[in-house]
């Protein structure tokens, strides 16, 4: 997609470092972006890892500025987190993802399933249960297409009633993951302690498939044991046919990375869905 190709957002994206003024005025920008309808949702498939076929996508959010072009969420939504942002932004992300599942859903009858990424700050309202019941509710989306992704980062220490809002989420027919799976010390405590149904291997194990041995044993071990828990297992970050051999010849459930599809626009996405019905 066009958009994607933007040299402004590679210049701003790598430019992290940016000062304490600049970060203020960011902050105001974000804010104003939000009324603005400067937003956007992409929308990235996850394919069965045995036929390659399509059975869900991941939205990820996009900020389409004006003079900058489209910047990264690794970069602003970190400052949505820090000024509470967040908290309307992720729930316009989930709207947004849900009415279109929803739409696709009627257009398609494929049951896909939506991942939507919730963040610490959004897991420590103690009212997250009930807006995704409003929102499930108000889209006429089923609970069971919902997967809310859950980053190791979290730490239950952190975000108090964590496994209850969890657990409520889970019993309204929300499905959960693990996402990142594997970067935090959590890993094994959040297994035992979180309703997860499946996990997400993080991609900076999947990008040492074919490089380091260690590695490569992580994520064997990691899908074995998910599968002996009963858990699904997704792999991030598949960008080459070898990680996709390897994955594959291991059980990894499904997959999502470069390799079949990079994040989409919403009608780029429409029209992936649209095709893929004719064959
Ligand atoms: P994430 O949840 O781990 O999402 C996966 C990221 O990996 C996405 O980056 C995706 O575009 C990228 N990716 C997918 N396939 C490949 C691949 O084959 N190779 C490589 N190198 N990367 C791949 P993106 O969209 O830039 O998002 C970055 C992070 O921002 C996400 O990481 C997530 O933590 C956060 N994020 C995105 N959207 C939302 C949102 O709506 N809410 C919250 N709270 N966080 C979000
Ligand atoms: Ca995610
Ligand atoms: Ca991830
Ligand atoms: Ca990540």
New binding site residues.
């Given amino acids: 997609a066009k958009s994607l190709g933007r040299n402004n957002y590679q210049v701003y994206a790598n430019n992290v470092d940016a000062t304490q003024q600049q970060q203020t005025e960011l902050k105001a920008r974000l804010r104003h972006a939000v009324r603005n309808d400067e937003l956007r949702v992409f929308y990235?498939p996850q394919v069965e890892a045995s036929s390659e076929d399509i059975v869900g996508m991941?939205?990820?959010?996009r900020w389409e500025h004006p003079e900058l072009g489209m910047i990264?969420?690794?970069f602003f939504?970190p400052l949505a987190e820090a000024s509470g942002l967040?908290v309307p932004i992720?729930e316009w992300?989930l709207r947004t993802a849900c009415a279109q599942a929803k739409a696709w859903e009627s257009r398609y009858g494929l049951g896909l399933r939506l991942g939507v990424?919730?963040?610490a700050v959004q897991l420590m309202q103690s009212n997250l249960a009930s807006v995704v019941a409003t929102v499930l509710r108000d889209t006429g989306l089923d609970p069971h297409q919902l997967e809310l992704?859950v980053?190791e980062s979290i730490s239950v220490k952190t975000v108090p009633h964590l496994v209850e809002t969890l657990d409520a989420l889970h019993a309204m027919g929300c499905r959960i993951a693990i996402?990142?799976f594997g970067t935090g010390a959590a890993s094994l405590d959040y297994l035992r302690r979180l309703p997860a149904d499946r996990i997400k291997i993080d991609?900076s194990f999947v990008r040492n498939i074919g490089v380091d041995p260690d590695d490569e044993a992580i994520v064997r071990a990691t899908i074995e044991m998910a599968h002996h828990l009963k858990r699904g297992v997704v792999a991030?970050?598949?960008?080459i046919e070898q990680h996709l051999q390897f994955l594959r010849l291991n059980g990894c459930d499904e997959l999502?990375?470069?390799?079949f599809c990079r994040?989409l626009p919403t009608p780029a996405f429409d029209k992936l869905l649209a095709e893929r019905e004719r064959l």
């Fill in positions: 990235q991941e939205a990820l959010v990264s969420p690794a939504i967040i992720g992300v990424n919730l963040s992704e980053t996402d990142d991609q991030e970050g598949v960008e999502q990375g470069y390799l994040p």
